[in-house]
């Protein structure tokens, strides 16, 4: 069964994709520009060197981006390349990445909830913006019960 734009809409998966993608990159110490870009590059699979820069034309220049992933441990070799055959190394989202992309559907589609626990870098009370995320989640994880 294919879905249709009218069916995405009743499932309200972009609903809370702001504060989703708000937590994701406090969380995870990641801008908006590297979360989204994650994301791209995760369901793309495998990648070039190129094709990760065609991907990040549409984001906030970041000189640093690539080497800042790839020290993370965001994106991860697939294949070296070597001198004689093969050209260009090929690289993949790591697992820690394909995991974090699929804990944001998870949570976008309600299947789980965005942390509230005291251990949570997202969810406290220290400023004016975490008090109003805290009552956004709150209403999230309200709007999901009923």
């Known amino acids: 069964m294919r879905l249709t734009a009218q069916d995405l809409r009743d499932m309200n998966i972009l609903k809370y994709y702001r504060l989703t993608r708000k937590w994701a990159c406090k969380t995870y110490g990641l801008t908006d520009a590297d979360l989204e870009l994650l994301i791209y590059l995760d369901h793309k699979g495998r990648f070039t060197r190129n094709e990760f820069i065609e991907g990040a034309y549409t984001y906030s220049w970041d000189k640093k981006r690539w080497e800042k992933l790839r020290s993370a441990g ?3 070799v697939w294949r070296h390349r070597n001198r004689t055959s093969i050209k260009y190394s090929i690289f993949k989202t790591s697992f820690k990445c394909s995991q974090l992309v699929t804990r944001i559907y998870r949570i976008l ?5 965005m942390p509230t626990s005291e251990r949570s870098v997202f969810y406290n009370n220290e400023s004016y913006t975490d008090k109003v995320y805290n009552k956004a989640i709150d209403d999230m994880i309200r709007d999901k019960d009923r």
């Open 74 to 76: 965001w994106i991860e």
């Open 109 to 113: 589609l309600g299947e789980e909830d």
